[in-house]
């Protein structure tokens, strides 16, 4: 008589938890390793979204005159073809993200969205001159 897959399984179930654990780590670690992949691609293209909105609309002056307006039709746009994640406030976000950090490849790949947008926030808070300059935290990984 064979023994069956349960009957195996149950005979030592120290090493099936093992191979368990294991695949389990290698599944979080693929996971991990794919959303930071997701989360460095996005931040490169709102760069590059804030670079055309300033580039190409605002003939590269920090604001467009007809800014307002350009920004809703673009963000009905883009909303109406992706989805969520283009309104006008993601948009401005996107334009203060390139006029913080214009050079591209200075960009960080740990960092995220959600660190550069804070990060952009603090820069343009800043006091124009470097009397009162505090320095821009850096926000620990």
Do not use: C
Request: charged share 20%; hydrophobic share 35%; aromatic share 8%.
């Amino acid at each position: 008589m064979t023994t069956t897959r349960l009957q195996q399984e149950t005979k030592n179930p120290v090493e099936a938890n093992a191979l368990f654990e294991q695949i389990l780590q290698i599944v979080d670690q693929a996971r991990s390793q794919v959303k930071q992949a997701v989360n460095s691609q996005m931040v490169q293209a709102y760069w590059q979204i804030g670079r055309l909105i300033v580039e190409h609309e605002q003939q590269g002056q920090a604001r467009a005159e007809y800014g307002k307006a350009q920004l809703k039709t673009l963000s009905q746009q883009l909303t109406q073809h992706f989805g969520k994640g283009f309104d006008v406030t993601n948009l401005r976000n996107m334009r203060r993200f390139y006029l913080a950090f214009p050079i591209r490849d200075a960009l960080r790949h740990e960092l995220s969205w959600s660190h550069y947008n804070l990060l952009a926030r603090q820069k343009k808070q800043q006091p124009a001159s470097g009397i009162n300059k505090k320095p821009i935290p850096i926000l620990s990984l």
